[in-house]
């Protein structure tokens, strides 16, 4: 970014653009997700836009799709954000798809997700009398690290097709993929069930460590979602320069595919099994992880006097005073006290301090104050005034 043909600036750059981007941004955007998520066909950029940042792009692609108090059904544990960003526009609410730890039958590991699961949650809603609307996939997963292999991927896409579903596909982590596992992106995948009802989104912040650049990609062949949500994106553009910067930088296709990507993935697989090792010593388990920047990591036996979600934010606030800043379940809405996302996209340095602190703690944490008026809580319920002071990063 600080060579010199990054700074070179056309006077176009600071007229206003296309509401849905620079048509040159979107030309090249098409080419990136066509080669590097394995596209079935080349992406059209008339079916892009650009917004600033994913955020955006879920505020404005629900209130589109849905009505007021309409809802979307969502796997949780999931990103807790996601949250505000559906509710801040269109007042449009979550319709839990809950997962636990525990592999049940015909399951193959923890938290797995099931078109039967997504069958329950929404049989449910209807008799709350929730008009479901559209099922919202993270891949891979955010806070479980979990990619949904092929098959899996399309039945649920089956299962929104034969009760007429939108889908919104969140792939901000495609390319975070440290191990061998064969991640499948909705773009590869040859026949859709409905192209013009499943809509996916990306953008620079995770895949490029990019996150205050603010540049989030929604990719949909439906003309008429793509016409409203562009009515909407004019509050959400971004600024030419920056898309002339990311369209320099994506061209450069020999340093991402020789120096970016394989150093990247080096660093966050190295990353990760240290801070996995270093929890394991002091018999912390954590989920099998795939992609992503993080571990969703089991202190269940940390607060096994007392399993509620109140004993878990005691728990968090002991790391912290620790000044270990790590994420609690309940801010991802799990169904299951005890578990926490650790983030692990920082220097081997940084890795290594946190799990000599948190092995030295480990014994005081294991022994948290009793507190004989505690009853067991199974669920994450809808009031998180406890974690208005908790960022989830």
Avoid at 305 to 315: D, H, R
Avoid at 335 to 352: A, C, H, M, N, T
Wanted: charged share 20%.
């Amino acid at each position: 970014l600080t060579r010199p043909d990054m700074n070179y600036l056309e006077p176009e750059f600071f007229q206003y653009s296309d509401t849905e981007g620079t048509r040159s941004f979107r030309e090249e955007i098409a080419k990136f997700l066509t080669d590097y998520a394995r596209a079935a066909k080349a992406l059209s950029p008339e079916h892009i836009t650009v917004m600033n940042g994913c955020c955006a792009v879920f505020a404005t692609l629900s209130t589109v799709l849905c009505d007021p108090d309409d809802g979307y059904l969502i796997p949780a544990p999931y990103y807790g954000g996601i949250n505000s960003k559906t509710w801040l526009y269109g007042g449009i609410q979550p319709v839990h798809v809950p997962l636990f730890s525990k592999v049940s039958d015909g399951g193959s590991h923890p938290f797995q997700l099931t078109a039967e699961k997504l069958e329950n949650a929404l049989q449910g809603a209807k008799k709350q009398g929730i008009r479901v609307r559209a099922l919202i996939l993270i891949n891979p997963h955010n806070p479980l690290g979990d990619i949904y292999p092929a098959q899996l991927l399309k039945e649920c896409l089956e299962f929104a097709h034969r009760y007429e579903l939108h889908v919104i596909m969140d792939e901000i982590y495609m390319l975070s993929v440290y191990d061998d596992t064969t991640f499948t992106s909705v773009l590869s995948l040859d026949r859709l069930p409905d192209p013009e009802w499943t809509h996916f989104m990306w953008g620079f912040s995770k895949d490029f460590g990019m996150s205050g650049i603010r540049v989030g990609i929604l990719y949909t062949r439906n003309h008429e979602i793509r016409k409203a949500v562009n009515q909407l994106a004019v509050f959400h553009s971004c600024p030419g320069p920056v898309q002339h910067v990311l369209s320099q930088f994506l061209r450069d296709r020999d340093w991402l595919d020789n120096v970016f990507f394989p150093t990247n993935k080096k660093r966050l697989k190295e990353a990760q099994n240290i801070l996995v090792g270093g929890l394991a010593d002091v018999g912390i388990p954590v989920l099998k992880s795939s992609g992503g920047l993080y571990v969703w990591a089991d202190f269940r036996k940390v607060c096994k006097k007392s399993q509620t979600f109140e004993a878990e934010l005691e728990l968090w606030q002991k790391l912290l005073d620790k000044k270990l800043l790590i994420s609690p379940g309940k801010a991802f809405y799990c169904y299951e006290p005890g578990w926490f996302r650790l983030v692990f996209s920082d220097s081997v340095d940084k890795i290594y301090l946190f799990t000599i602190t948190t092995s030295s703690t480990a014994d005081a944490l294991c022994n948290p104050e009793k507190d004989p008026s505690s009853k067991p809580s199974n669920a994450p319920g809808k009031d998180i005034s406890q974690l208005k002071n908790i960022l989830v990063y």
